[in-house]
Nanobody, 125 residues
């Protein structure tokens, strides 16, 4: 059974920072693409960032480039999302996802096989 567990969400003021973590268990994720998506109330789920597990290739949504950084710790089977200069429009539930079939980071949510339960990030103005 594959499990992804997010943590690190919370309430922060605009301009602040948060670091989300996603701990993966159940299988080796050495060849999985890992990604973060988010969903705000009344909106569709949108891509935030993705990273190949091997090689470190990354991809970011334009809205977060320069503010968010995705990284991973292979020894801990954990992927992180460092979020800086947060804006109220970053408020959403953030989901971690894993893709077992592809090698390069991408934005297609339908290609991701496994999802976490989500963690709430709220940014006040």
């Amino acid at each position: 059974q594959v499990q992804l567990v997010e943590s690190g969400g919370g309430l922060v003021q605009a301009g602040g920072s948060l670091r989300l973590s996603c701990a993966a268990s159940g299988r080796s994720f050495s060849r999985y693409v890992m990604a973060w998506f988010r969903q705000a109330p009344g909106k569709e789920r949108e891509f935030v960032a993705a990273m190949s597990w091997v090689g470190g290739s990354t991809s970011y949504a334009d809205s977060v480039k320069g503010r968010f950084t995705i990284s991973r710790d292979n020894d801990k089977n954990t992927v992180y999302l460092q979020m800086s200069s947060l804006k109220p429009e970053d408020t959403a539930v953030y989901y971690c996802a894993a893709d077992s079939d592809n090698y390069l980071p991408h934005q297609d949510p339908y290609e991701y096989d496994y999802w976490g339960q989500g963690t709430q990030v709220s940014v006040s103005s």
